[in-house]
T-cell receptor
Framework: DGGITQSPKYLFRKEGQNVTLSCEQN?????MYWYRQDPGQGLRLIYY???????QKGDIAEGYSVSREKKESFPLTVTSAQKNPTAFYLC???????????????FGPGTRLTVL | AQTVTQSQPEMSVQEAETVTLSCTYD???????LFWYKQPPSRQMILVIR??????QNATENRFSVNFQKAAKSFSLKISDSQLGDTAMYFC???????????FGAGTRLTVKP
């Protein structure tokens, strides 16, 4: 089955700890994205990557970091510098980034992060 | 900057009836794409329908259709013959042709009542 997987589904973290959220896709998509979703709000872009070894900040990148060492994987690290990390995190991918970024984005099932 | 506005936080409809969800957006771009995504209680975001701004014809996907009014910057979603499985949050989204930053509205919570 082709798709996007995110793990874990639920994640708990103590204040001051870094935590990494996994996102893997087997759709052979070039572009990958991380969004944050808070109650009563739409999705907001954290980081995106158009190609391996390259990524760009979105609107709310502060306190987050990413890597893109493999085409299939785009992990997101929530650092202790993120002041309000409790949220639902969604990963997405699309066929291409750049000028074809208007290709449809397909989403993973999400990770719910709670800071205790 | 582009913004997307969904003015209806919640809506309800009787099963088998038709409902229309509103979306307006603000942009200075001429080429862009618009989307409606559905997020059921499972929280999986599912693409419902997509519209290219350069196409005058409104997109349709089975029971789902849009009313795209480019001059008015309006992009409403019509759901015909509503089903219980249509109960979900619905998000309108915009992306300009020359960027990677998809903008989402705050969502409309739709409840289909039996």
């Amino acid at each position: 089955d082709g798709g996007i997987t995110q793990s874990p589904k639920y994640l708990f973290r103590k204040e001051g700890q870094n935590v990494t959220l996994s996102c893997e896709q087997n759709l052979n998509h070039d572009a990958m994205y991380w969004y944050r979703q808070d109650p009563g709000q739409g999705l907001r872009l954290i980081y995106y990557s158009q190609i391996v070894n390259d990524f760009q900040k979105g609107d709310i990148a502060e306190g987050y970091s990413v890597s893109r060492e493999k085409k299939e994987s785009f992990p997101l690290t929530v650092t202790s510098a993120q002041k309000n990390p409790t949220a639902f995190y969604l990963c997405a991918s699309s066929i291409e980034g750049g000028h074809s970024s208007t290709d449809t984005q397909y989403f993973g099932p999400g990770t719910r992060l709670t800071v205790l | 900057a582009q913004t997307v506005t969904q003015s209806q936080p919640e809506m309800s409809v009787q099963e088998a009836e038709t409902v229309t969800l509103s979306c307006t957006y603000d942009t200075s771009e001429n080429n862009y794409y618009l989307f409606w995504y559905k997020q059921p209680p499972s929280r999986q975001m599912i693409l419902v329908i997509r519209q290219e701004a350069y196409k005058q014809q409104n997109a349709t996907e089975n029971r789902f259709s849009v009313n795209f009014q480019k001059a008015a910057k309006s992009f409403s979603l019509k759901i015909s013959d509503s089903q219980l499985g249509d109960t979900a949050m619905y998000f309108c989204a915009f992306i300009g042709y020359n960027n990677n930053d998809m903008r989402f509205g705050a969502g409309t919570r739709l409840t289909v009542k039996p």
